[in-house]
Protein backbone atom coordinates (compact mmCIF):
# COMPACT_ATOMS: atom_id res chain seq x y z
CA UNK A 1 0.00 0.00 0.00
CA UNK A 2 1.46 3.50 -0.73
CA UNK A 3 -0.31 6.92 -0.74
CA UNK A 4 0.88 10.11 -2.47
CA UNK A 5 -0.60 13.93 -1.82
CA UNK A 6 -0.17 16.97 -3.98
CA UNK A 7 -1.13 20.26 -4.10
CA UNK A 8 -0.32 23.01 -6.52
CA UNK A 9 -1.24 26.58 -6.38
CA UNK A 10 -0.36 29.45 -9.28
CA UNK A 11 0.80 32.57 -8.70
CA UNK A 12 -1.81 34.32 -7.18
CA UNK A 13 -2.12 31.38 -4.05
CA UNK A 14 -5.18 30.05 -5.99
CA UNK A 15 -5.20 25.83 -5.47
CA UNK A 16 -5.12 24.75 -9.24
CA UNK A 17 -4.73 21.07 -7.95
CA UNK A 18 -5.33 18.81 -5.05
CA UNK A 19 -4.21 15.26 -5.93
CA UNK A 20 -4.50 12.40 -3.61
CA UNK A 21 -3.29 8.84 -5.15
CA UNK A 22 -3.50 5.67 -3.28
CA UNK A 23 -2.19 2.01 -4.16
CA UNK A 24 -2.85 -1.24 -3.03
CA UNK A 25 -1.49 -4.56 -4.51
CA UNK A 26 -1.17 -8.61 -3.61
CA UNK A 27 1.11 -10.74 -5.13
CA UNK A 28 0.20 -14.70 -4.32
CA UNK A 29 2.99 -17.12 -5.97
CA UNK A 30 2.96 -20.71 -6.07
CA UNK A 31 4.98 -23.67 -7.25
CA UNK A 32 3.85 -27.50 -7.24
CA UNK A 33 6.28 -30.63 -7.85
CA UNK A 34 4.92 -33.84 -8.38
CA UNK A 35 7.01 -35.71 -10.53
CA UNK A 36 5.89 -39.27 -12.70
CA UNK A 37 6.76 -41.79 -14.37
CA UNK A 38 5.21 -43.90 -17.63
CA UNK A 39 6.74 -47.19 -18.33
CA UNK A 40 7.25 -47.50 -22.42
CA UNK A 41 7.68 -50.70 -24.10
CA UNK A 42 10.95 -52.07 -24.20
CA UNK A 43 11.75 -51.36 -20.66
CA UNK A 44 12.06 -47.40 -21.50
CA UNK A 45 10.92 -45.04 -18.98
CA UNK A 46 9.07 -41.69 -19.60
CA UNK A 47 10.04 -39.36 -16.27
CA UNK A 48 7.54 -36.77 -16.30
CA UNK A 49 9.02 -33.31 -14.46
CA UNK A 50 5.23 -31.96 -13.58
CA UNK A 51 5.96 -28.97 -12.12
CA UNK A 52 3.67 -25.95 -11.97
CA UNK A 53 4.56 -22.18 -11.07
CA UNK A 54 2.09 -19.77 -10.49
CA UNK A 55 2.27 -16.45 -10.14
CA UNK A 56 -0.90 -13.43 -9.74
CA UNK A 57 -1.39 -10.55 -9.17
CA UNK A 58 -4.16 -7.91 -7.54
CA UNK A 59 -3.91 -4.16 -8.00
CA UNK A 60 -6.01 -1.11 -7.14
CA UNK A 61 -5.14 2.30 -7.66
CA UNK A 62 -7.75 5.39 -6.98
CA UNK A 63 -6.52 9.48 -7.83
CA UNK A 64 -8.63 11.95 -6.57
CA UNK A 65 -8.24 15.56 -7.25
CA UNK A 66 -10.75 17.86 -5.23
CA UNK A 67 -9.87 21.13 -7.49
CA UNK A 68 -10.90 18.77 -11.56
CA UNK A 69 -13.10 16.00 -10.68
CA UNK A 70 -12.63 15.07 -14.33
CA UNK A 71 -9.06 13.69 -13.78
CA UNK A 72 -9.93 11.35 -10.49
CA UNK A 73 -10.22 7.44 -11.45
CA UNK A 74 -10.03 3.91 -10.34
CA UNK A 75 -8.12 1.44 -11.63
CA UNK A 76 -8.61 -2.44 -11.03
CA UNK A 77 -6.25 -5.27 -12.55
CA UNK A 78 -5.79 -8.84 -11.90
CA UNK A 79 -3.42 -11.14 -13.73
CA UNK A 80 -2.24 -14.66 -13.89
CA UNK A 81 0.70 -16.37 -14.95
CA UNK A 82 1.77 -20.27 -15.09
CA UNK A 83 4.66 -22.49 -16.04
CA UNK A 84 4.39 -26.08 -16.20
CA UNK A 85 7.57 -28.39 -16.97
CA UNK A 86 6.12 -31.49 -18.33
CA UNK A 87 9.38 -32.65 -18.73
CA UNK A 88 13.04 -31.29 -19.31
CA UNK A 89 12.54 -30.46 -22.74
CA UNK A 90 8.57 -29.70 -22.96
CA UNK A 91 7.29 -26.56 -21.08
CA UNK A 92 3.89 -24.76 -21.49
CA UNK A 93 3.36 -21.42 -20.52
CA UNK A 94 -0.06 -19.61 -20.09
CA UNK A 95 -1.69 -16.14 -18.42
CA UNK A 96 -4.18 -14.03 -18.31
CA UNK A 97 -5.25 -10.55 -17.67
CA UNK A 98 -8.04 -8.13 -16.99
CA UNK A 99 -7.89 -4.59 -15.82
CA UNK A 100 -10.79 -1.89 -15.60
CA UNK A 101 -11.02 2.01 -15.55
CA UNK A 102 -13.56 3.70 -14.46
CA UNK A 103 -13.93 7.32 -14.33
CA UNK A 104 -15.51 9.07 -11.75
CA UNK A 105 -16.97 12.24 -13.94
CA UNK A 106 -16.82 11.32 -17.61
CA UNK A 107 -18.21 7.71 -17.67
CA UNK A 108 -18.05 7.34 -21.25
CA UNK A 109 -14.32 7.22 -21.04
CA UNK A 110 -14.39 4.14 -18.80
CA UNK A 111 -12.79 0.98 -20.53
CA UNK A 112 -11.91 -2.72 -19.54
CA UNK A 113 -9.03 -4.68 -21.02
CA UNK A 114 -8.72 -8.72 -21.16
CA UNK A 115 -5.59 -10.79 -22.51
CA UNK A 116 -4.62 -14.20 -22.37
CA UNK A 117 -1.13 -15.76 -23.62
CA UNK A 118 0.38 -19.28 -23.92
CA UNK A 119 3.15 -20.88 -25.38
CA UNK A 120 4.52 -24.03 -25.88
CA UNK A 121 8.55 -24.57 -25.86
CA UNK A 122 10.25 -27.54 -27.26
CA UNK A 123 13.84 -27.47 -26.49
CA UNK A 124 16.63 -29.95 -28.12
Known amino acids: YDQDQSETEDGTGKLTSDFVNRNMSLQIFGDI ?17 NRLILTSGLRYGMVRDAVDETRSVDNISTDLTGDFEITPNIRLAFGGGFSRSMRKVKKEEDFTTVSFTSRITIQF
Do not use: E
Open 33 to 49: NIPRFFQLPFGKQLNLS
